[in-house]
């Protein structure tokens, strides 16, 4: 399908109509009493109304990871006495994301291929399968935190089944899927001209210009580079400041570690197995019984995220383990800050 | 990724449901260890000497716990489990005729085809003759593809001592030397009396082709695999089984990760060559 062009008041209307067939989540606005507008906070959630959703969002401070990998997710439920009989829970129901910033979207990337590799996570498959994707293109950086240039995340070449980029009053619509296809069936559009065209090339030369690389060096040398830090002792110097409260793992998007426990119905009949987000910078995530534990020092699990993120998540998965969105940086109360430690690591031999 | 790969996965069963399982036997046998014999209610598990499994206790929870009987044996699995907190007391309770969930097998296991026409020496401290004895059973049931086989076994006290009735066997078979200590005797104990690496003195290794296969707590660890290399024996031919903290099996949820290995899915089982170099390792 040739590109399209939506008027931005045509978009209520768009968002109406995709409520109709399936949820739609989106970014909202959920705290409003600030002075400054840039310290104004968004947050992904299922929109109860069109005219909630604010596309015009820098940054939010949760990923849409939650829609696709919830918190808390129920994994298989049984029968508590005679015949246990367990059997898995695949939760999902169709739903549409809208207005997915480029690093969020190469997040999934991430979190899919981590998903599917080896032994596939059908948890997590069904509901990415049953998640339509409608990205929104970023003309400017959100804030100093956020690094995606360097890690590669500002151009996604897929991952979304409709691309939006924002040209003033208009939304340059392009569709990538024949999901897309059939999304953008549901909007008012009308084919994109010659002038749409070539205003979108001009948002594309103008984001070029506005985003500058914050590493000092490329991508494709961050796991050396690591490897080279391991002995170093920044880790401890980062780490004296470090509360290990595990804050930057649940903001994260790609961070997909998870604990696993039981639940028993009150009346005692039932029971399920339940697995919700866990934290690599937490004390007890690598300890054994007899009570070893192997990443026992602040800065050694200081330095397994950086290292997970920057490294092991790549050889895992192909994928980058961080879009640098800054959302951990943005979440630390201590302020550590991925991008700056990557960037003070370079000199590291 | 494409939407394709993203469907197939959606459709596979879900790694995360255990399977049913039955005791067929259980015996507790030390203080603190128990032992269940298990027969599974549909397949029998296809499994490696050094694999493990997930084991649950419906409405409690699941712990990994190493499969210590060898796929020699027959179809039923058997495993030793040590009480230390929620799920691993809970089965203190469990008899034959009671059910659990089984989820696996999981890990690489023991590398037996390496290991053919080799000598084999077996240094097992506490629990960790559970993962080791699948690898004895196995060795010892297909004795003619090995070379010299030597067991050590330690053991604090002598009632900590695991399958004492089935080392004493080994102790009488011509075609393996095994040799048993405690660190601490009681009046009865007759053998020997020490830490395990004391054992090394007695044992003659060939070290062009011996395998040392170690397992044992962290501390035991480091100061056999110290006697295993001043033997000579090269760092590839020593083998150990890793513990870590594990919550899927499967290579997703992260606990068991040392820098880029998942011990679930890569090991447990590593040659000291390769745990030396994770430097997290031990
Ligand atoms: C590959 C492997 C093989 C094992 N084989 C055996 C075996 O053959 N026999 C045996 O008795 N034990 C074995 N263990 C250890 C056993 O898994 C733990 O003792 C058990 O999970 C503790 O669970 P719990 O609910 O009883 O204890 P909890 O009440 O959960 O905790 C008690 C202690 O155990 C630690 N622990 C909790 N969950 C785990 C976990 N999933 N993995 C590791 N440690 C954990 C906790 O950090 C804590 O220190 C093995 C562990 C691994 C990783
Ligand atoms: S959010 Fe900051 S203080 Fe908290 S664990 Fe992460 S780096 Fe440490
Ligand atoms: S590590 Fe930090 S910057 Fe990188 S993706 Fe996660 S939250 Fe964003
Ligand atoms: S146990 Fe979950 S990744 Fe290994």
Known sequence: ?349 | MTQTDIEKGAAAASPYVPKMARIVAADQMTETERFFRLEMEGEPLAYEPGQFVGVTVFGVGESPISICSSPTQGERIELTIRSVGLVTGALRTFEAGDRLGIRGPFGNGFDTGAMKGQDVLFVAGGLGLAPTRSLIRYVLDKREDFGKVTILAGAREPNLLLFREEIAEWVERSDADTLVTVNQPDKDWKGNVGVITRLFKQVEIDPARTCAVIVGPPVMFKFAVLEALAAGVPEHRIICSLERHMKCGVGKCGHCQIRGVYVCRDGPVFTYEQVKRLREGI
């Not at chain 1, 040739?2 to 209307?13: E, H, R, W």
């Not at chain 1, 990443?295 to 980058?320: C, D, N, P, W």
């Not at chain 1, 383990?321 to 991008?339: H, L, P, T």
């Open chain 1, 1 to 349: 399908m040739l590109p399209q062009v939506l008027k931005t008041s045509d978009l209520g209307a768009w968002v109406e109509a995709l409520m109709a067939e399936s949820r739609v989540a989106a970014p909202v606005l959920k705290e409003t009493n600030v002075s400054d507008p840039t310290d104004l906070k968004f947050g992904w959630q299922y929109v109860p109304d069109p005219a909630d959703v604010r596309l015009d969002y820098t940054v939010t401070v949760l990923g849409p990871k939650k829609f696709l990998w919830p918190p808390r997710q129920k994994l298989v439920r049984y029968n508590l006495g005679a015949g246990a009989e367990p059997e898995a829970i695949i939760d999902h129901e169709p739903h549409v994301l809208l207005g997915v910033h480029p690093c969020d979207i190469t997040a999934i990337a991430t979190l899919d291929a981590a998903f599917a590799k080896d032994v596939p996570d059908p948890h997590y498959l069904a509901r990415r399968s049953d998640t339509a994707i409608i990205g929104l293109d970023c003309g400017a950086p959100c804030d100093e935190s956020s690094f995606c240039l360097d890690m590669g995340s500002l151009y996604p070449e897929s991952g979304f089944d409709v691309m939006l980029t924002p040209l003033g009053d208009a939304y340059f619509v392009e569709v990538a899927t024949q999901l897309g296809e059939a999304l953008v069936e549901a909007a008012v559009v009308r084919p994109a001209t010659k002038q749409d065209m070539e205003a979108h090339q001009a948002f594309a030369e103008e984001k070029r210009s506005d985003f500058h690389y914050k590493l000092p060096y490329e991508l494709k040398y961050l796991p050396e580079i690591l490897d080279a830090s391991y002995d170093s002792l920044v880790w401890e110097a980062i780490a004296r400041q470090c509360f290990s409260c595990g804050s930057c793992n649940i903001a994260c998007p790609t961070c997909y570690c998870f604990d696993v426990y039981d639940e028993v119905e009150v009346d005692l009949s039932k029971g399920c197995r339940v697995r919700r987000y866990d934290s690599c910078q937490l004390d007890p995530f690598a300890e054994v019984a007899g009570g070893e534990n192997f990443r026992q020092e602040r800065a050694s699990r200081l330095r397994h995220r950086m290292f997970r993120k920057g490294k092991y998540i790549l050889e895992q998965t192909g994928r980058v383990g961080c879009v640098g969105c800054g959302r951990c940086e943005r979440a630390c109360v201590a302020g550590i800050s991925i991008k700056d430690t990557y960037v003070q690591i370079a000199g590291s031999r």
